[in-house]
């Protein structure tokens, strides 16, 4: 089997988002003065992550900072991220987003099966991917009709509906993602795996707010 590596947070939401999944505003940037930029450019509340594609598990590390309100927490943040970088970490730069709210959290993704090939995934995302395993797989590629079955076949469907206060999914929305990385596993043959996790629902709408991708 080939060797494997895995892009930065930044490149793999780069790649995601060239083949239609929607992401968070970012910028990506190597000082914290430029973070600060940066935030009122995507626009406050910010988040800010330590960027590096040595980091695969930041919150594990602390690497993450949420919900930065201004500019002088950006740049302490920015600082204090910068700080923590280990030599194994390589070349490291700062990744700036908005910040994105929601009460529901999804997962979605692309892996390569090494009998069938390559399946596109959707399910229940955020910390509790692995508690409940609610989550399906279908081959590419993908048509809408496939990808709307998806859908139908996870268990948690209330979570799919309005949710405290909050409007149902746009499923036609979460249909495009799926249909996203349909193409991606068409156009990109070295890329491995995806994992879009979460895919945090924000009035409705799925947007990714964290991406890792795999690539031969």
Same mark, same amino acid.
């Given at each position: 089997m080939a060797a494997t590596h895995t892009l930065s947070e930044a490149d793999s939401a780069q790649l995601v988002a060239r083949h239609g999944v929607p992401t968070a505003e970012s910028r990506r940037v190597r000082t914290p003065d430029d973070a600060?930029?940066?935030?009122?450019?995507?626009?406050?509340?910010?988040?800010?992550k330590?960027?590096?594609?040595?980091?695969?598990?930041?919150?594990?590390?602390?690497?993450v900072r949420l919900g930065l309100a201004d500019a002088g @927490? !950006?740049?302490? &943040? %920015?600082?204090?991220?910068?700080?923590?970088?280990?030599p194994d970490d390589g070349d490291v730069d700062l990744l700036v987003a908005h910040m994105v709210s929601g009460a529901r959290e999804?997962?979605?993704?692309?892996?390569?099966?090494?009998?069938?090939g390559r399946c596109v995934m959707v399910g229940?995302?955020?910390?509790?991917?692995?508690?409940l395993g609610d989550v399906v797989f279908r081959l590419a590629p993908l048509d809408a009709t496939d990808a709307a079955e998806m859908l139908d076949e996870l268990r948690c469907q209330e979570l799919l509906g309005p949710?405290?206060?909050?409007? @149902? !999914?746009?499923? &036609? %929305?979460l249909v495009d993602v799926l249909l996203a990385l349909s193409r991606l596993a068409d156009a990109e043959p070295n890329v491995v795996s995806v994992d879009i996790?979460?895919?945090?629902?924000?009035?409705?709408?799925?947007?990714?707010?964290?991406?890792?991708?795999?690539?031969?």
């Open positions: 600060v930029v940066a935030s009122g450019e995507v626009g406050y509340p910010v988040v800010v330590l960027n590096s594609p040595h980091l695969a598990h930041k919150t594990e590390r602390d690497l @927490a !950006v740049h302490a &943040a %920015a600082v204090a991220l910068l700080d923590a970088a280990q999804l997962v979605a993704g692309l892996h390569t099966d090494p009998q069938f229940v995302g955020g910390v509790l991917t692995v508690a949710v405290r206060g909050e409007p @149902a !999914v746009d499923r &036609a %929305a996790n979460p895919l945090v629902v924000e009035d409705g709408a799925p947007i990714a707010v964290d991406a890792l991708v795999e690539t031969t």
